[in-house]
């Protein structure tokens, strides 16, 4: 290895420079831009813009000599994308008195007899066709035209190659500067005394990976998912005779997964709640890959040892097994993508979709450790969906269970590498809550969880009553206490009654019996809307009907989990609505969740 501080001068004595094919595309944005043009700017300054790793290849006769940037392709293209833009910002005339500059360093002849120049920094593919046709000149005006710049600090988002993005912020941004200062900058870029850059070459042999963790770059920082591709390809190179088979392995398994088009990118760039924190599908999707393998303890590791973990059981892997590794992180990205769901506002849910159901039950409830043996049952039971549907339904009710009986989940991560490891693991869990267990658990509960509950017993009622036409909801009802958590002032008058239906005369016993019933599951209901919150602590009559422009229960009782439940007996003459009557439809409500789950 040797470092040594460069000009960007360095470019005229390569040949060709490329970036390879595994790495990610270009990621800077206008913040970047914006602090290296002003950085440069400011000729009163010596300036150090980082480092670029770069790694030697065997020169073969007849050849011209071949690099590839291991690290600092940010960088590299940035200051190349600037140096086109500023060439294309001077005169006829200048622009003459600059062209072999412009040849010498973007350009180079694959063989001294040829007549054209190719471009010097080959490109990994996502972004190889827009640099190519900046360096050579060839964005048409109304390609240039429709570029939008992303501006993370006003959030703009933009669909433009990023590339394009930064060719197009310096053509305008030096549009704004003098025709002296341009030229001042052009020469200082192309100065041999102006070090700017730490080049640290590499021989054939070095491994570079190794070198690469060692340099903190500056600019953005790979990502988890990118440090482990690069990782996996660099040893892929390493293990494999020929590098054409190499690129057809991550163009199949990778490439055709990942980056195929702008849908597949947003998709696995798209940041995803998992309980309490956010991260990337593609993070989620490499680290329950990690928890299946056993390289990654939940117990004992963090995200942020995900990549280093990976790279561990990289160094140690074989050939074949690197092969058969890297097409089962395809198919698990394929099964992933297919059928580990998200939902917004519009998600209609439908008590028969296996999926959604489990899928909804452990978004509401901020579940997201069990992604991994869920992703292992999808592969393992792929094709086979009465088998995969049982296992699922297995993992829901433990989940349910465990809710209810108010079991802590901290245990969840032990849980779900027994999981992995024994399947049969899961069914020792389901014995762990009794019936009682979920009976005393459904007595107090709360808002969220009751929530969730309800809307699930609504939604298998519709499933079960063929009469019912509507079977999807969507989840975006109210949840309302029939008796009010603020009681004293309007239902002082209605006696309280204890478990065997007998009035408690004493007042602090009716009290304290009274409050123990409000939150349970039998005195909570679903409605379309809340209620006026004046309405809400209304006795039971005013609340059902209402008072004036006030609607009550009755206007707002779409589900039947309201309307049969509550209004029917309402309707029939049974107007009191007390702890007797809390108690039975928490009976009834049990019944259907021990049916359920």
């Not at 412009?102 to 054209?116: G, P, R, V």
């Not at 760039?269 to 303890?297: M, W, Y």
């Not at 309307?563 to 009557?581: A, P, T």
Request: hydrophobic share 35%; charged share 30%; glycine share 4%.
């Amino acid at each position: 290895m040797k470092a040594e501080a460069m000009s960007l001068t360095f470019l005229g004595n390569e040949g060709l420079v490329r970036i390879p094919f595994f790495q990610r595309g270009y990621v800077w944005n206008i913040e970047n831009w914006e602090d290296i043009l002003t950085d440069l700017l400011d000729f009163e300054k010596s300036h150090f813009l980082g480092s670029l790793i770069l790694k030697q290849l065997e020169k073969q006769s007849g050849k011209p000599k071949e690099v590839l940037v291991i690290d600092g392709q940010q960088r590299l293209t940035t200051l190349s994308v600037l140096i086109r833009a500023l060439y294309n910002n001077f005169d006829e005339d200048t622009q003459k008195n600059c062209e072999q500059s412009i040849k010498n360093y973007l350009f180079f002849k694959k063989y001294q007899t040829d007549k054209d120049f190719l471009v010097k920094i080959e490109h990994s593919k996502i972004d190889k066709k827009y640099y190519q046709k900046i360096i050579k000149d060839e964005v048409y005006q109304s390609e240039y035209d429709a570029i939008i710049i992303e501006n993370p600090a006003i959030k703009t988002i933009s669909k433009s190659n990023r590339v394009l993005q930064c060719y197009k912020y310096f053509s305008e941004r030096l549009k704004s500067i003098s025709v002296e200062t341009r030229l001042e900058l052009f020469n200082r870029l192309l100065d041999q005394e102006n070090k700017i850059l730490v080049i640290i070459d590499l021989s054939e042999k070095e491994d570079e990976q190794a070198i690469f963790d060692t340099i903190n770059s500056a600019g953005v920082r790979l990502s988890s998912a990118d440090i482990i591709k690069n990782a996996l390809f660099q040893k892929a190179l390493d293990l494999f005779d020929n590098a054409e088979d190499v690129e057809s392995l991550y163009k199949e398994h990778w490439e055709n997964i990942f980056n195929i088009d702008e849908d597949a990118i947003n998709f696995w760039d798209t940041p995803r709640a998992t309980g309490r924190l956010t991260r990337d599908n593609i993070e989620i999707l490499l680290h329950s890959i990690s928890v299946i393998k056993g390289f990654f303890d939940p117990d004992k590791h963090t995200l942020s040892d995900l990549s280093n973990l990976y790279k561990a059981f990289i160094l140690k892997i074989t050939k074949a097994h690197l092969e058969s590794f890297i097409k089962e992180i395809s198919k698990y990205a394929k099964l992933y993508r297919e059928k580990i769901l998200v939902f917004n506002d519009s998600t209609l849910f439908n008590y028969q979709d296996n999926y959604s159901r489990l899928f909804h039950i452990l978004s509401v409830c901020e579940i997201s450790t069990f992604h991994p043996y869920i992703l292992s049952l999808f592969y393992k039971h792929d094709g086979n969906e009465s088998k995969l549907g049982e296992e699922l339904q297995k993992l829901e009710t433990v989940v349910i269970r465990r809710m209810i009986a108010k079991s802590e989940t901290k245990s969840y991560n032990k849980m779900c590498k027994e999981f992995i490891k024994d399947n049969s693991a899961v069914e020792n869990r389901l014995v762990e809550q009794t019936k009682e267990n979920i009976k005393n658990g459904l007595l107090t509960i709360s808002n969220k969880n009751a929530t969730l509950l309800l809307f699930w017993i609504e939604l298998y009622r519709r499933a079960k009553d063929s009469k019912q036409s509507v079977k999807e909801l969507k989840f975006n009802y109210s949840l309302e206490h029939v008796m009010p958590q603020k009681w004293e002032e309007y239902w002082n008058s209605v006696d309280v009654i204890d478990e065997a239906g007998k009035i408690i005369g004493d007042r602090e016993t009716a009290k304290r019996e009274r409050y123990s019933k409000i939150y349970s599951i039998g005195n909570m209901t679903l409605l379309n809307s809340s209620l006026n919150t004046s309405l809400r602590n209304y006795e039971f009559s005013r609340k059902v009907e209402g008072e004036g422009r006030k609607r009550g229960i009755r206007h707002y009782a779409d589900l039947g989990i309201t309307r049969f439940d509550i209004l029917d007996k309402y309707d029939s003459g049974d107007k009191v609505w007390n702890e007797q009557k809390i108690n039975e439809r928490t009976a009834d409500l049990a019944n259907d969740i021990l049916t359920i789950w």
